[in-house]
């Protein structure tokens, strides 16, 4: 059974551009939530979308956007991206809109330059 | 908004050594607290959660303890082994969307 999934792995850009970092949640799972990590802290909530639509969202710029695909998988867009942005970003899912076990993918790290 | 203290922000312990790490919220609200194991370059991994209507909760070697009325959960892990080295999260949720996370503890077993 495949856990969560993210793509890109890694991924370099320059200040200023854009990104999209995608998401597949477990099979079954309803919800995905995203949360940026930087090195050396806990990660910390951006948004969370169930059933294609956005039920939380956390103490982020509007430059963070995100969406929910029919299939459950989900995109985060960083809109010009600054260098604060470098960061490890995670994907987890659950079977519901509530926060409760949560599982994280591998996530993709970003580095901006 | 809710915030997570966790001390200690490292903790070195001999192997077969049993380990502690607490962490403290301050919404009382709070009603779900899990804990996350991270090792080097990899995804956190759920390893035990807790509710607010349980007071302790075990899997083998690892045990969670919450006390509603100080605000503060603990992780216990007996009897140490070197693949037990990692970074350990606590967190907590008030049931809402999200879960507000500790700062982390870089664990060490030392053989």
């Known amino acids: 059974d495949a856990g969560v999934t993210q793509s890109p792995t890694h991924l370099i850009k320059t200040r200023g551009q854009q990104v999209t970092l995608r998401c597949s949640p477990i099979?079954?799972?309803?919800?995905v939530s995203w949360y940026q990590q930087v090195l050396g802290q806990g990660p910390q909530f951006i948004f969370q979308?169930?059933?294609?639509?956005?039920?939380g969202r956390g103490n982020f710029p509007d430059r963070f956007s995100a969406r929910q695909f029919p299939n459950y998988s989900s995109e985060l867009n960083v809109n010009a991206l600054l260098l604060g942005d470098s960061a490890l970003y995670l994907c987890?899912?659950?079977?519901?809109?509530?926060?409760?076990?949560?599982?994280f993918g591998p996530g993709t790290r970003l580095t901006v330059t | 908004g809710e915030n997570v203290e966790q001390h200690p922000s490292t903790l070195s312990v001999q192997e077969g050594d049993s380990a502690v790490i607490k962490c403290t919220y301050s919404d009382s609200a709070s009603n779900y607290f899990p804990w996350y194991k991270q090792e080097l370059g990899k995804r956190p991994q759920l390893i035990i959660d807790?509710?607010?209507?349980?007071g302790e909760k075990k899997d083998q070697r690892i045990a969670v303890t919450l006390n509603k009325t100080a605000k503060h959960f603990s992780l216990h892990i007996t009897e140490t082994q070197p693949e037990d080295s990692a970074v350990y999260f606590c967190?907590?949720?008030?049931?809402?969307?999200?879960?507000?996370f500790g700062q982390g503890t870089r664990l060490t077993i030392n053989p």
């Open positions: 967190a907590a949720s008030t049931g809402a969307q999200k879960l507000v």
């Open positions: 987890a899912s659950s079977l519901r809109t509530r926060a409760y076990e949560q599982y």
């Open positions: 979308y169930y059933e294609k639509e956005e039920r």
């Open positions: 099979s079954g799972h309803k919800s």
């Open positions: 807790i509710r607010s209507n349980v």
